[in-house]
C-alpha cells in the first residue's frame, strides 16, 4: 500500500490566496467598470459558471483516476463547459469597448481564478484522502 502525501499547508494557502486574489480582482474590476449592468452580469456569470464548470471537471478526471464511475455524457458535458465558458469569454472581450489593457486584466484574472479552483478543489480533495487513511 503506498502511503500518499497531502498538499503542504504553504500550497494550500497560495491556492487559496490565488483563488481569491483572481475573484476579487475580476469582481473589484467589474464593480469599477462603466458597461451596462446586463454585460456585468454577463461577466458575472461566466465567472461563476466557469469556476463550475473547473471544478466539476477536475472532481469526474479525478474520480476516472480513481476508479470511481463518471459517465461518458457528463464527462463530455464538463469538458464542454469549461470550454464554452473560456469561448464566451473570449468572444465577449472580443467585441467589448474596453481598452485592450482592461480585456487582459478581465481575461488573466479569470484565468487565474479557474486554475486556482482547480488547485483548492485538488487540495480539499487530498486532505480529506488523506484524513480518511
Not at 449592468?37 to 469556476?51: A, D
Not at 471537471?57 to 463530455?76: M, N, S
Not at 467589448?96 to 486584466?105: D, H, I, M, N, T
Request: hydrophobic fraction near 50%; charged fraction near 10%.
Amino acid at each position: 500500500m503506498s502511503q500518499r502525501n497531502g498538499p503542504s499547508s504553504a500550497f494550500v494557502g497560495a491556492s487559496w490566496a490565488a483563488l481569491f486574489a483572481g475573484m476579487l480582482t475580476y469582481l473589484i474590476g467589474l464593480w469599477n467598470a462603466t458597461m451596462a449592468l446586463n454585460e456585468k452580469g454577463y461577466y458575472l456569470t461566466l465567472l461563476m459558471y466557469g469556476l463550475f464548470a473547473a471544478v466539476s471537471l477536475q472532481k469526474t478526471v479525478r474520480d476516472r483516476l480513481e476508479g470511481t464511475p463518471v459517465t461518458g455524457i457528463y464527462f463530455g458535458l464538463c469538458w464542454l463547459s469549461l470550454g464554452s465558458a473560456i469561448l464566451l469569454l473570449t468572444i465577449g472581450l472580443w467585441h467589448a469597448s474596453l481598452a485592450a489593457s482592461e480585456k487582459g486584466f478581465y481575461a488573466m484574472s479569470f484565468v487565474l481564478s479557474l486554475f486556482a479552483a482547480v488547485a483548492v478543489q485538488k487540495n480539499v480533495r487530498d486532505t480529506l484522502a488523506q484524513s480518511a487513511s
